[in-house]
């Protein structure tokens, strides 16, 4: 007896391309969204933070942060995201996808809101709460990675599934363009009414005292898109897959999938109880006959993402660098605090624009279609 033969699941993978499929995308792919404005707005206000917190007098350029403290606000949230999804990954197995979907989004929201409004008393403590709350922002966006991944592969029939988790992966792009684009609304305005001077006409003039709010409003508003998401996120029925084979409920599976698919489905509890149940051969994630079977499948598919993560991660992290490096943007000590946040955004949103939006429809990498099928 195979999985095919459950009506629920069969119903699921050869039916024709319906609105909830679209829908599926949209709440799936603003949790990719909202991970790509929460890991790369950090990005945008690093310079602001070194301006800030880092100013020295009579320095012939303006304050940036020690390496030491540049790569932890720039790293941390990827640090709690290899922990989340770890965690999250397991978790939702164990409690259901949909219920560990809300918890994600809404440690998402609290840690967006807290990093902006970390404190301190000096430039350690704010930038060491900074840290804290991002690394739980990261763990969040961690949980939500392989749950909205997930999600919209039980959601998707046969034919367009590998087309649809790319549609949720290329949100990524519009989240990184949505964070230039704020930052550019952000700091134009704050450039219009506190005007200052260039920092080598006037250094301590040149970061005026407003733009501490510059970059918490940035950060704070990526729990804009995840809090808008929790409502529909709630609302969508829990995957069969998960209800049938996991949770052992044929009967639930059967009358949420009815309400997604529209038609009349037949709920086969004893089916399922003969799917679930262990066969002989079964073997674990960790076992010998795993690695037989799958250890290369494995390798070759963690390797050729981490390989790629590097690249792309990396490269949206510290492009500012490059801008400065290849003259795209002034020199620093010729702009004042708000206006180098407004030059990053834009260049960061250029290139978002030209390249990394369509480069996700383009490229089919993302495209690949689950085994299980």
Request: proline fraction near 4%.
């Amino acid at each position: 007896m195979t999985k095919d033969n459950l009506q629920v699941l069969n119903a699921l993978d050869v039916a024709k391309t319906q609105w909830y499929h679209f829908t599926a995308i949209i709440i799936a792919g603003m949790g990719f969204f909202t991970d790509a404005y929460d890991l790369f707005c950090i990005s945008l206000v690093t310079k602001l933070l070194g301006r800030i917190y880092y100013h020295v007098d009579g320095a012939a350029k303006p304050g940036t942060l020690p390496p030491n403290v540049s790569a932890a606000v720039n790293g941390v949230a990827f640090c709690g995201t290899l922990a989340g999804q770890l965690f999250f990954g397991w978790l939702g197995d164990k409690m259901g996808r949909k219920r560990v979907y809300g918890m994600t989004l809404m440690l998402m929201v609290i840690c967006s809101v807290a990093s902006g409004l970390s404190f301190g008393h000096n430039a350690k403590s704010v930038m060491a709460t900074l840290c804290f709350f991002r690394f739980w922002l990261g763990f969040g966006i961690g949980g939500d990675y392989p749950l909205s991944a997930t999600i919209m592969s039980e959601y998707a029939n046969k034919k367009t599934r590998g087309a649809f988790i790319a549609a949720v992966f290329a949100m990524q792009g519009f989240g990184i363009m949505a964070g230039g684009i704020f930052a550019i609304i952000i700091s134009s305005a704050f450039k219009a009414r506190f005007d200052a001077p260039a920092y080598e006409d006037n250094p301590l003039r040149s970061t005026v005292s407003q733009a501490d709010f510059v970059w918490r409003i940035i950060l704070m508003v990526g729990a804009l898109p995840a809090a808008l998401t929790y409502y529909w996120r709630m609302k969508m029925p829990e995957t069969a897959r998960y209800t049938a084979l996991v949770a052992k409920n044929a009967k639930q599976a059967a009358s949420d999938m009815s309400k997604v698919l529209q038609v009349d489905l037949e709920a086969e509890q004893q089916k399922v109880e003969q799917i679930t149940e262990k066969p002989a051969n079964a073997f674990g994630l960790f076992s010998r006959e795993f690695l037989r079977r799958h250890g290369l499948h494995l390798l070759g598919t963690t390797s050729t993402w981490f390989l790629l993560d590097i690249a792309f991660y990396s490269q949206n992290l510290f492009q500012k660098d490059i801008f400065s490096a290849i003259g795209w943007i002034p020199p620093a000590k010729t702009m004042n605090a708000i206006e180098e946040v407004y030059r990053i955004a834009r260049a960061q949103t250029l290139i978002a624009l030209c390249s990394t939006v369509p480069g996700v429809y383009v490229c089919p990498g993302h495209s690949i279609q689950p085994l299980d099928s």
